[in-house]
């Protein structure tokens, strides 16, 4: 078996959030998760997604749901850093620095 290109961090948090939602955003975080391992931060066909700037992406899970990640160039480890509502989301980390 091929060893992951990239190494994926969740929370803890972020790990029990998401066993509250519902089963299909469950599913499509799953498949985000093996999607990062294998493909990396860079992923144009999950709905919505974004680069957000300062190494930060963004992609929705469904409608209501979404995931943002952070990923430094020349490294292997992309740390996911919110996966919930698209209302707490850190959309705008210069907002959210006011």
Not at 50 to 69: I, K, R
Not at 70 to 98: F, H, L, M
């Amino acid at each position: 078996m091929n060893k992951p290109a990239f190494q994926i961090l969740v929370k803890k948090k972020i790990e029990r959030m998401m066993r509250s939602v519902p089963p299909s955003v469950q599913d499509a975080f799953a498949a985000l998760r093996d999607d990062l391992e294998e493909k990396g931060p860079y992923q144009p066909d999950w709905p919505n997604y974004s680069p957000l700037g300062n190494d930060t992406y963004h992609c929705h899970l469904s409608y209501s749901y979404v995931a943002c990640w952070e990923w430094k160039q020349g490294t292997i480890i992309i740390e996911v850093i919110y996966a919930g509502s698209r209302e707490g989301a850190p959309y705008d980390t210069k907002k959210s620095q006011r």
